[in-house]
T-cell receptor, first 110, second 116 residues
């Protein structure tokens, strides 16, 4: 069975600062992938970044980067230079049946 | 433009009534999924389908039914057996995991279902 854990409380972040969102996972699959999605208050799910379990380098996509530590089973999302539009819920998810975590709430303040 | 269309955006259900949520995609994806999201919670998988005419139960399938008669369409029926249907429902599609490198799911904009 797959499980994703996101346990951080809601976070306030100063504009232009970096923020790290934690995600730990559990799976018995030898090969898997991890996704991060953003969900603004309007409800749509926006794909941000993907990390494959066999990728040698951490994934980066613009201001988003993934701190992937396979031995610790963690895949933390780093958002650099936060913008007001980054205020949203952020979900970590895993390939397969695409298990989702409960999300991290981020509010960016000016 | 390719994408996923969910309708309606808002839906109200009376007690004892079945309602059907529509999900259509023109991305030529084989796999489609239905999720339920409750306030402040993550997404829970209701049903998924990897190919036409085949579907599997997810984690919370009780009180729901689906069909997959066409590749483009994966409607979800919320039956009267679902006693607490008020939630946000999201439909998604993707290329199946076992065919290519894992691909992100594409999501529709969701349907908000409420009880009258």
């Amino acid at each position: 069975a797959q499980k994703i854990t996101q346990t951080q409380p809601g976070m306030f972040v100063q504009e232009k600062e970096a923020v790290t969102l934690d995600c730990t996972y559990d799976t018995s699959d030898p090969s898997y992938g991890l996704f991060w999605y953003k969900q603004p208050s309007s409800g749509e799910m926006i794909f941000l970044i993907y990390q494959g379990s066999y990728d040698q380098q951490n994934a980066t996509e613009g201001r988003y980067s993934l701190n992937f530590q396979k031995a610790r089973k963690s895949a933390n999302l780093v958002i650099s230079a936060s913008q007001l539009g980054d205020s949203a819920m952020y979900f970590c998810a895993m390939t397969g049946r695409l298990a989702f975590g409960k999300g991290n709430q981020v509010v960016v303040i000016p | 433009d390719g994408g996923i269309t969910q309708s309606p955006k808002y839906l109200f259900r009376k007690e004892g009534q079945n309602v059907t949520l529509s999900c259509e995609q023109n991305l030529n994806h084989d796999a489609m999924y239905w999720y339920r999201q409750d306030p402040g919670q993550g997404l829970r998988l209701i049903y998924y389908s990897q190919i036409v005419n085949d579907f599997q139960k997810g984690d919370i399938a009780e009180g729901y039914s689906v069909s997959r008669e066409k590749k483009e369409s994966f409607p979800l029926t919320v039956t009267s057996a679902q006693k607490n249907p008020t939630a946000f429902y999201l439909c998604a599609s993707s290329i199946p995991h076992d065919k290519v490198e894992p691909q992100p799911q594409h999501f529709g904009d969701g349907t908000r279902l409420s009880i009258l």
